[in-house]
């Protein structure tokens, strides 16, 4: 069973509007989540995290919101430029004995200039 | 430059073949990770290792198999038993919990 479910495969948003992909998981004990994104054919980079203390931590146009109480996560993006388009995937860290991420399906994010 | 060296970028396997694709940081790294992206799938995780002549299995272990036998080093095999190989490889690397690298990945295609 998944256990990071990003639900909307695909996002499309104009330049300079703000472009939220959502991100919802299973277990209330996961602390620490993560989103990198993806150009094709190239790996995923890192590009904001949050741990479960914060409900939420900035940095620069992108901005990550977390709701324990729903197990949600988004991220926004304002104002979306043309170079944001890629895939967006949402990750959790997992912990005890075997430490791993476990991402999400992605979102394909594409902004329209 | 530290990074993540992926090779090849693009590979090609017959059928009942088996393939093996390199992963070479020199970022120090304990940690080293494989998966692998199908369309619509996400990022799976085939096989991981946390320390040199240590791995675990992933969630999509089989027809794989991996060794650790250098810090540096974490080559994946892609087996005939592997029923669907053709997909997109990424290696990763971290030295903390959530320092994830990636490689720019290797594309298997099954001819």
């Known amino acids: 069973d998944q256990q990071v479910k990003q639900n909307s495969p695909s996002l499309s948003v104009q330049e300079g509007r703000i472009s939220i992909l959502n991100c919802d998981y299973t277990n209330s004990m996961f602390d620490y989540f993560l989103w990198y994104k993806k150009y094709p054919a190239e790996g995923p980079t890192f590009l904001i995290s949050?741990?479960?203390?914060?409900d939420k931590n900035e940095d620069g146009r992108f901005t990550v919101f977390l709701n324990k109480s729903a197990k949600h996560l988004s991220l926004h993006i304002v104002p979306s430029q043309p170079g944001d388009s890629a895939v967006y995937f949402c990750?959790?860290?997992?912990?005890?004995?075997?430490?791993?991420?476990?991402f999400g399906k992605g979102t394909k994010l594409t902004v329209n200039p | 430059d530290g990074g993540i060296t992926q090779s090849p970028k693009y590979l090609f396997r017959k059928e009942g073949q088996n393939v093996t694709l390199s992963c070479e940081q020199n970022?120090?790294?304990?940690?080293m990770y494989w998966y692998r992206q199908d369309p619509g799938q996400g990022l799976r995780l085939i096989y991981y290792?946390?320390?040199?002549?240590?791995?675990q299995k992933g969630d999509i272990a089989e027809g794989y198999s991996v060794s650790r036998e250098k810090k540096e080093s974490f080559p994946l095999t892609v087996t005939s038993a592997q029923k669907n190989p053709t997909a997109f490889y990424l290696c990763?690397?971290?030295?903390?919990?959530?320092?994830?690298?990636f490689g720019s990945g290797t594309r298997l295609t099954v001819v």
């Open positions: 970022l120090n790294h304990d940690a």
């Open positions: 290792s946390q320390i040199v002549n240590d791995f």
């Open positions: 990750a959790v860290f997992i912990q005890g004995g075997s430490e791993k991420l476990v």
């Open positions: 949050i741990s479960s203390i914060k």
């Open positions: 990763a690397s971290s030295d903390r919990p959530y320092g994830y690298t």
